[in-house]
């Protein structure tokens, strides 16, 4: 027989806030419902370990929903259903609402699909002691000493030198070879092992295996490297001047699997970002709404979102404008009126190294989808910082569709920080509030989620665009 509560603590309980973790108030039909969405998230993220990859497997998914392809200056109406593509590795996806849009606005969830990585330089090929090699440029924040002695795949895109355009994809396969950065062995790694972690191995270190049989010709001087070389040009028409047009990466080669006993976890690479990317894409997808909603899927979040196809290219902005010419708006009055999830993923609550997490504002694993009011570093530097007022709408728009959420920093206050693409969206006037899924180990090659936090973000989305 329980106790009854005193007066106090049934005050205490009425005022007081606690996060909750989500497999305990779900109902076994929805902790069903969590893992049954995570399959498609495994597929989509084995699908998916490039930018080019993920917006493929956006514009494919957006396809069997009955998306059309959109261009610039195109005529739309309200009810229209399209995909916009730049350059093959950003993809827009939304749909035209009934709503007043200079009243309403748009209802904008912008996601990134690059992740942390080793890039091949543009001359990377050479050969020593019995090994060919890629000499690489890792891509993003990572810690270096990760990437080495695990089995790597190699993807990407080649143009040659006639203008053809190849893709490469080897490593996933079981059947493929993998390739691989070696390390020193314990036995004589006394000196590297007195290094500071950020010199363990250093840049130039990260040269991926290629190739270690020689080509039966005794008069040629590099016969590996040749080996190598005629594999690549009888296998996709490359010879060695073709890396200069490439775009390649080596990224971790294993699929994404359950972690634990009751497969509550998903471990994989890329959770940073396609854990926000899947459930904004299948929100817009499958959400009913009567809101212009975009699901914006960018690249080069992981390298400040400059260039073409990040978040800072005048592009996205471009297409904001012309949906809303085309629904004979003022796109000032547009910008003014909309709302923005910038989802990004946040820093999970680890108990191994809780040294540098302030508890009561760190996100805990499994409590649901993470807002972050602020992100930056050292003063909030580098953030938007979202308004009360649009915090507290966000709030009161989760409470009526019942989305379990919770809100965090990242990490203590001098321990560090980091930036998400919510500035640049706030800058062009728009309410703006980052939300993303807590990790365990971001940035590494191997990054843990919970199921749970995956389909709150879902629900979330699927509760802002309603």
């Given at each position: 027989m329980s106790e009854k509560k005193t007066a106090g603590q049934q005050r205490y309980d009425e005022l007081s806030y606690e996060k909750k973790n989500y497999y305990e108030t779900a109902s076994e039909?929805?902790?069903?419902?969590?893992?049954?969405?995570a399959e498609g998230y495994k597929r989509f993220l084995d699908d998916a370990k490039t930018e080019r990859e993920a917006c493929a497997a956006a514009v494919a998914m957006a396809i069997q929903k009955g998306f059309?392809?959109?261009?610039?200056?195109?005529?739309?109406?309200?009810?229209?259903?399209?995909?916009?593509?730049?350059?093959?590795?950003?993809?827009?996806?939304?749909?035209?609402?009934?709503?007043?849009?200079?009243?309403?606005?748009?209802?904008?969830?912008?996601?990134?699909?690059?992740?942390?990585?080793?890039?091949?330089?543009?001359?990377?090929?050479?050969?020593?002691?019995?090994?060919?090699?890629?000499?690489?440029?890792?891509?993003?924040?990572?810690?270096?000493?990760?990437?080495?002695?695990?089995?790597?795949?190699?993807?990407?895109?080649?143009?040659?030198?006639?203008?053809?355009?190849?893709?490469?994809?080897?490593?996933?396969?079981?059947?493929?070879?993998?390739?691989?950065?070696?390390?020193?062995?314990?036995?004589?790694?006394?000196?590297?092992?007195?290094?500071?972690?950020?010199?363990?191995?250093?840049?130039?270190?990260?040269?991926?295996?290629?190739?270690?049989?020689?080509?039966?010709?005794?008069?040629?001087?590099?016969?590996?490297?040749?080996?190598?070389?005629?594999?690549?040009?009888?296998?996709?028409?490359?010879?060695?001047?073709?890396?200069?047009?490439?775009?390649?990466?080596?990224?971790?080669?294993?699929?994404?699997?359950?972690?634990?006993?009751?497969?509550?976890?998903?471990?994989?690479?890329?959770?940073?970002?396609?854990?926000?990317?899947?459930?904004?894409?299948?929100?817009?997808?499958?959400?009913?709404?009567?809101h212009t909603v975009l699901a914006m899927l960018v690249d080069k979040e992981e390298i400040g979102s400059e260039g073409t196809t990040g978040m800072q290219c005048k592009v996205y902005e471009d297409l904001m404008e012309e949906i809303a010419l085309a629904c004979g708006a003022n796109f000032r009055k547009v910008r003014a009126a909309s709302k923005c999830l910038s989802s990004d993923v946040t820093a999970a609550y680890d108990p191994n190294f809780a040294g540098v997490y302030e508890k009561l504002n760190a996100a805990f694993v499994s409590c649901g989808t993470c807002m972050s009011k602020f992100t930056g570093a050292r003063g909030k530097s580098g953030s938007n910082d979202a308004s009360a007022e649009f915090v507290g709408e966000v709030r009161a728009m989760f409470a009526r569709e019942g989305v379990v959420w919770q809100t965090a920093e990242l990490g203590k206050v001098d321990?560090?920080?980091?930036?998400?693409?919510?500035?640049?969206?706030?800058?062009?006037?728009?309410?703006?509030?980052?939300?993303?899924?807590?990790?365990?180990?971001?940035?590494?090659?191997?990054?843990?989620?919970s199921k749970a936090d995956l389909y709150s973000n879902y629900k979330a989305f699927l509760a802002f665009i309603k």
């Open positions: 039909a929805e902790r069903k419902a969590m893992y049954d969405y059309t392809a959109y261009r610039l200056g195109d005529p739309l109406s309200p009810g229209d259903k399209k995909y916009f593509v730049n350059r093959g590795k950003s993809v827009v996806v939304f749909r035209v609402g009934t709503k007043n849009l200079e009243e309403d606005g748009m209802r904008l969830i912008a996601a990134h699909i690059d992740a942390p990585r080793v890039d091949i330089k543009q001359n990377p090929l050479y050969e020593e002691a019995g090994m060919c090699f890629l000499k690489t440029h890792y891509y993003g924040g990572i810690k270096k000493y990760q990437w080495t002695a695990i089995p790597l795949a190699l993807h990407g895109a080649v143009v040659l030198k006639d203008g053809r355009k190849v893709e490469i994809k080897i490593g996933e396969r079981p059947e493929d070879p993998v390739f691989y950065i070696d390390d020193l062995l314990p036995h004589l790694g006394a000196e590297q092992m007195a290094q500071n972690a950020a010199k363990l191995i250093e840049g130039e270190q990260l040269n991926v295996v290629v190739g270690a049989l020689p080509y039966a010709d005794k008069e040629v001087s590099k016969k590996i490297k040749l080996t190598v070389l005629n594999y690549l040009n009888q296998t996709y028409g490359m010879c060695e001047e073709d890396f200069l047009s490439s775009e390649l990466s080596a990224v971790p080669a294993y699929p994404a699997r359950d972690v634990g006993f009751d497969r509550a976890l998903i471990g994989a690479y890329g959770h940073d970002d396609r854990v926000c990317a899947y459930p904004a894409l299948t929100a817009v997808l499958e959400g009913e709404t009567e321990a560090g920080g980091g930036g998400t693409v919510a500035k640049f969206l706030a800058n062009l006037n728009i309410d703006t509030v980052d939300l993303g899924v807590p990790v365990i180990s971001m940035h590494a090659p191997w990054e843990v989620i």
